[in-house]
Every structure is written in structure tokens, then in C-alpha cells.
């Protein structure tokens, strides 16, 4: 009897643990909490000096950021996707994300001061106009410049430093506006000197490079966001790669409503506005403007996204440079431009420059068609006499008086403009 009833106990509990079995594999989830878990392996970019530039160095813009991107801190891929896959490395611009706690995540732009196509092919210049080889060291090359030898025994950066950079910042140069540039040059611990004592002969060639082949990044360390100016934020470079806030560009709301139409269109003019009459004196003036040379914030603010094409003549100092003196050319005078182009006369600048080229190449775009009649052929007619001002000062700043306050009641106040959302309304500002 006792036999027995051992066999039926063991019966039924291989019945039990065969409806175990079953059920457990019939509930994945179960199944994956019973089981123990594979080792997940973290994917991980594959990165190479070459990508980011870090092989050219130091004939690069710095290495203030690296370390975000080895750490993963920053990625290319918007949907902060587990598949980290680095993007061509012929594109000129990519979106990127960028986090300080691995937990919050915000957009930035990685962009390159020109395409690698250029890059690559100023590199063969440096080494065959230099050395007379097809591939050098670019750092040992530059070194032995005149410029930069010059570069190294300078106490301070002065204007014969910076002649004939082909530049638009630096083609009517101040002391004012170089010793800013030494002074808040973020890619070197911050000394607040306008001496060049705290930077070390790598600095000063990652400086002059920078200066030589782009300098919109130098222009967001030396007029911040954070002081009011029309700029997104510099969060670092690293190699080639420049690091900054994220905005969408201007061409993206060509076909945006009626009132976010007039909402950018007064925000670019009080952009050039604040450009031209600031508290430092400075009179920034555009030598080119396209679709992508203007970016929206996700809150609506509108700032400027490119700054390479950026002038800036100081209002206070002057030009330190005579017109003859801008002529001289070297090796990093033609980095990035044929080494034949002209420069502009200092004295050749309007005030109402940049009005005008907005004028005939933005406003039409973002303003066309959008608005009944007859506010839209008011508006056409206005654009029209700023585009065809360029003798007539006068007549441009009315023509822009009469378009924003004929804009301003076109605007709405509503949470798409969180820039000055809920304050529109309680100001008459907007």
C-alpha cells in the first residue's frame, strides 16, 4: 500500500511539474524572468581619429568635447536608437544629441567648418605648396611658416597677425575685437588675459587654424547667448567637429503659417537691427545670406545659425588695418577660398548692407503669398523698395519701419512662441 501511494505522489508531481513547463512556455514574460539573462553587450560607436579629425590635429579647432563623445554622451542618431551607427563622413552637418546625466537628452548640431572635400584638399595644398609631397605632417608643416613663427613670439594678437585671412571677421580688425577673441577663447582653460602667455604653441596653431579656415565657432565663444547675442550656445569641439545648440534653419518655415511668417520676419529684423546699434560698438555686416544662414529655436526664437559670413568693423576703434595691408596672402590665407579672390574694402561697407541682402533673398521667401489682399501687396511693395535701396539709406529704413508695423498685428501670442509666451500678454511690446 505504501509503495503505491509513493508512486501516485510521483505521478502526480511529474503531472505538476509537466503543467509548469507548459505554462511557463506558453507566458514569455514568465519564461524570461525564470530564466536567467542572456549578458547584454552595450553597443558602442565605432570611432576613428579619422571621423572626427583628432589625425589632423593640431591643425584642427580643439578638444574641448572629446570626451562626450567617447563616452557616448553624445550621439548622431535622433531617436537615441541602440543600433549607434556613425553617419557619412562627407556630410557637412549632422543632427545630434547630447546629454550631461545620461538621462536627459537635448538636440545640438555637429557641424564641420567646411566639407571634408575641402578639408582634404587644403590638407594636399599645405603639404605640396610647403613640403613639395603629397601627404606631410600638417602640424610640422605650419610650424615652420613665417606667420605662425610669428604667431609664437607675440606677446599679444595683434592686426599684422591676422592680415590677409581670408575671414570676414577679420578683414577690418581692431585691437578691441583680437583681444576678445585671446580673452574668451573657450578652448583653452580661461585666463582672462589679453596676453597669449596661457596659451601653448598647440593652442596658438589651433587658434590660427580655426581663424584661417572658418571662424563662426570663435564668434559663439566671444558673443555668447548668454549675454544677448543672436547666436546658438558653444558646447565644445573635438578634431573637426564643432559642437553647438540645435536650431532648425530659416528655410524650414518657407511654408509656415501666416502669423509664424510675420513672427520671423520681425525677429530677423531686430536681429540685424541689434547687428548694426549694440552697447559694444561692433557693426556686424553679412557678406552672403542664404536659407541656412538663419535657425529657429523649438521655442521660436529665431538666431543667427552661421556665422561665417559675418563682418565686423569696430565702431569705436576703427579698422587697424590699411586696405594695401589686406592683400597679403600665405598659405592660410587660402585654406578654404581660392587664394585669387579680392578682398572687400573696409570702407566699401554700408550700414544698411545686410538689410538690403535680406531684403532680396529671405523676406520674399518666408513672406510670399501668405497674407489677403491688400496687406499682401503692401508688403511686396515694401520689400521691393528695401531690395532696390542700395543708394538710399533712408529709403531702406523706411521701407522696414513701414513692413514691421505693418507685420507686428499679424503675429499671434499663443504657446508656438514660448520664447515670449504667456509675456505677450500683458506687454504691448508684442
Given amino acids: ?53 583628432l589625425d589632423k590635429c593640431n591643425a584642427c579647432i580643439g578638444t574641448s568635447i572629446c570626451k562626450k563623445f567617447f563616452k557616448e554622451e553624445i550621439r548622431f542618431d535622433t531617436w537615441l536608437s541602440s543600433h549607434l551607427k556613425l553617419p557619412p563622413s562627407y556630410l557637412l552637418s549632422y543632427s545630434g544629441n547630447y546629454t550631461d546625466d545620461a538621462k536627459s537628452w537635448r538636440l545640438v548640431d555637429i557641424t564641420r567648418l567646411t566639407s571634408k572635400y575641402r578639408h582634404d584638399r587644403a590638407d594636399k595644398r599645405i603639404c605640396t605648396s610647403l613640403l613639395k609631397t603629397k601627404t606631410c605632417s600638417l602640424e610640422r608643416a605650419l610650424r615652420r611658416t613665417h606667420r605662425f613663427q610669428k604667431w609664437l613670439r607675440a606677446k ?27 580673452r574668451r577663447y573657450a578652448e583653452v582653460p580661461d585666463a582672462g588675459s589679453i596676453y597669449m602667455d596661457h596659451l601653448t604653441d598647440r593652442d596658438k596653431l589651433r587658434l590660427l587654424y580655426t581663424l584661417s579656415v572658418n571662424s563662426h565657432p570663435i564668434l559663439l565663444q566671444i558673443f555668447p547667448d548668454v549675454e544677448g547675442w543672436p547666436f546658438p550656445r ?50 556686424f555686416y553679412f557678406t552672403h545670406v542664404d536659407a541656412g544662414t538663419f535657425g529657429v529655436f523649438s521655442n521660436g526664437h529665431l538666431f543667427i545659425r552661421d556665422a561665417s559670413t559675418l563682418g565686423i568693423i569696430d565702431k569705436e576703434e576703427g579698422s587697424q588695418l590699411i586696405d594695401g595691408q589686406q592683400e597679403y596672402k600665405d598659405i592660410f590665407s587660402c585654406l578654404t577660398v581660392d587664394c585669387q579672390s579680392a578682398f572687400v574694402s573696409c570702407n566699401s561697407i554700408r550700414e544698411k548692407h545686410s538689410l538690403v541682402m535680406v531684403c532680396q533673398e529671405l523676406l520674399p521667401k518666408l513672406l510670399k503669398g501668405k497674407f489677403l489682399q491688400p496687406v499682401q501687396d503692401k508688403i511686396d511693395s515694401f520689400l521691393q523698395h528695401c531690395a532696390d535701396g542700395l543708394a538710399d539709406d533712408q529709403g531702406v529704413d523706411e521701407a522696414v519701419a513701414k513692413l514691421a508695423e505693418l507685420l507686428k498685428p499679424l503675429r499671434s501670442c499663443d504657446s508656438r512662441f514660448a520664447y515670449r509666451y504667456p509675456d505677450c500678454k500683458y506687454s504691448d511690446k508684442y
Fill in 234 to 283: 558653444y558646447l565644445g569641439s573635438c578634431g573637426r567637429l564643432v559642437v553647438s545648440a540645435s536650431t532648425r534653419p530659416l528655410r524650414d518655415f518657407y511654408g509656415a503659417a501666416p502669423e509664424v511668417a510675420a513672427d520671423l520676419a520681425l525677429q530677423l529684423l531686430a536681429v540685424l537691427r541689434s547687428m548694426g546699434t549694440n552697447d559694444l560698438n561692433y557693426f
Fill in 156 to 182: 599679444r594678437l595683434t592686426p599684422d597677425l591676422v592680415q590677409g585671412l581670408s575671414s570676414p571677421m577679420l578683414r577690418c580688425p581692431s585691437q578691441r575685437l583680437l583681444d576678445r577673441i585671446v
Fill in 1 to 53: 500500500m505504501g509503495h503505491w501511494i509513493c508512486c501516485l505522489c510521483s505521478r502526480v508531481a511529474d503531472s505538476l511539474m509537466l503543467l509548469l513547463v507548459l505554462a511557463l512556455s506558453c507566458n514569455p514574460s514568465t519564461a524570461a524572468t525564470a530564466s536567467p539573462s542572456a549578458p547584454h553587450v552595450k553597443p558602442s560607436y565605432s570611432f576613428g581619429r579619422t571621423f572626427l579629425g
